[in-house]
């Protein structure tokens, strides 16, 4: 099923329906020989991609997406785990083609697309992983991140209820064309929403604990790794920490490289998206070479 047109920034809208029956809304625009697949972070819709994917699909077919329960996408009744996300990924993987795929992934969607992955890694050329969530990262583990987490899965959905979880969102988000910033301000502040972040925070660190005792076999599939190099408000020691956790995880792979974004905290896609956008070209320009 497909509506809506070009007129939006992301193209036309779409959905998709999983063998259990769920639909899952994506947006694409764009042709050419790879169709490049957008992850946003936990719990947001694809209106993180604004600055991104439209560049892209200059020169390849751009796809953002929605996660179950966010954006426009039916809600998912099984426990949102990482290996339950990588499924419906893949599913709409099958539903665009048979690619060639770059999958570009954000926060923790690094993880998911990296989970994903390993489904069938002949049909992708790469993935970039924009500050991605990280096994790596000790921080995760603490007794105080524990507590945070199960402290968010609790306090969002009670401020989307009494209509203050919109005060907790990134001004950034808004710096993007008007349709997609709409978008956001409509789609990710709800209740629904605020639920979907929750659910994908209530398994995050076991799934991180498998991640990091079982990582996802990549082989020599190329691995681009954007790390944020500047500390935000509160960051002065998770930020390098971070970075080192990327850089690990780089000298892990057989064929990955690491890239600063020097403007950037976590939020690359909005402070420094031409250098994601400059990753995923090289990607298609140097096979194209090749």
């Not at 002065?236 to 080192?244: D, S």
Request: net charge positive.
């Amino acid at each position: 099923m497909s509506h809506s047109s070009d007129l939006h920034t992301f193209g036309s809208s779409t959905y998709i329906q999983t063998r259990d029956g769920r639909k899952l809304h994506y947006m694409s625009k764009g042709t050419g020989e790879y169709t490049v697949v957008f992850e946003s972070g936990m719990g947001v819709s694809r209106s993180s991609w604004g600055l991104v994917a439209p560049v892209i699909a200059k020169y390849a077919r751009a796809v953002v997406y929605d996660r179950a329960g966010a954006g426009r996408s039916d809600v998912d009744a099984s426990p949102r785990t990482l290996a339950r996300m990588a499924e419906d990924l893949n599913e709409l993987l099958a539903a665009l083609g048979s690619g060639p795929f770059i999958l570009v992934g954000h926060s923790w969607g690094g993880p998911i697309v990296r989970a994903a992955a390993t489904a069938d890694l002949s049909r992708l050329r790469g993935l970039v992983l924009v500050d991605p969530s990280d096994e790596h990262l000790k921080l995760y583990f603490s007794r105080l991140a524990k507590w945070g987490f199960s402290l968010n899965g609790v306090l969002i959905p009670f401020l989307a209820r009494l209509g203050l979880y919109r005060f907790l969102g990134f001004k950034e988000f808004l710096t993007q064309p008007a349709d997609v910033a709409a978008d956001h301000l409509r789609e990710d502040y709800t209740v629904q929403a605020a639920q979907t972040v929750a659910a994908e925070t209530k398994d995050f660190v076991q799934d991180m604990k498998r991640l990091r005792e079982q990582p996802p076999r990549l082989d020599d599939l190329e691995v681009s790794i954007v790390s944020g190099t500047r500390p935000g408000k509160g960051e002065r020691k998770i930020r390098p920490a971070i970075v080192v956790a990327h850089q690990q995880t780089v000298s892990k792979l057989s064929n990955a490289r690491w890239v600063e974004a020097p403007h950037s905290g976590h939020l690359v896609m909005f402070t420094d998206p031409e250098i994601i956008i400059d990753e995923i070209l090289r990607m298609i320009w140097d096979k194209k070479k090749a």
